[in-house]
């Protein structure tokens, strides 16, 4: 069974930088695409990046780009979000999900496993 566990979350002033970890078992990680979603209060879930197995291919939501980075460590199992000008409009819980069909990256139906999530907090 897949297990995905996020960390690096907290609070942090608007213009700050936090990174995100999610650290992966179970399955041979290398080979999926992986992504980050987050959800504010009162909100529905909302893509924020994703990344193709092979790590050299990125997608961010139009609302982050530019100010997100996200990287993979396929030798540690490991999925990264560097967030850089945090703006309180990026308060949320973040999770990490793990696509297992490789189609579809910016739809969370289509991503098979998730992690509890992270808070990440931005005061203006």
């Known amino acids: 069974q897949v297990q995905l566990v996020e960390s690096g979350g907290g609070l942090v002033q608007a213009g700050g930088s936090l990174r995100l970890s999610c650290a992966a078992s179970g399955r041979t990680f290398s080979n999926y695409a992986m992504a980050w979603f987050r959800q504010a209060p009162g909100k529905e879930r909302e893509f924020v990046a994703t990344?193709?197995?092979?790590?050299?291919?990125?997608y961010y939501a139009d609302s982050v780009k530019g100010r997100f980075t996200m990287s993979r460590d396929n030798a540690k199992n490991t999925v990264y979000l560097q967030m850089n000008s945090l703006k309180p409009e990026d308060t949320a819980i973040y999770y990490c999900?793990?696509?297992?069909?490789?189609?579809?990256?910016?739809?969370?139906?289509?991503?098979?496993?998730w992690g509890q999530g992270t808070q990440v907090t931005v005061s203006s």
């Open positions: 990344i193709r197995w092979s790590g050299t291919t990125t």
């Open positions: 999900a793990i696509n297992l069909k490789g189609t579809h990256l910016r739809l969370g139906a289509e991503y098979s496993y």
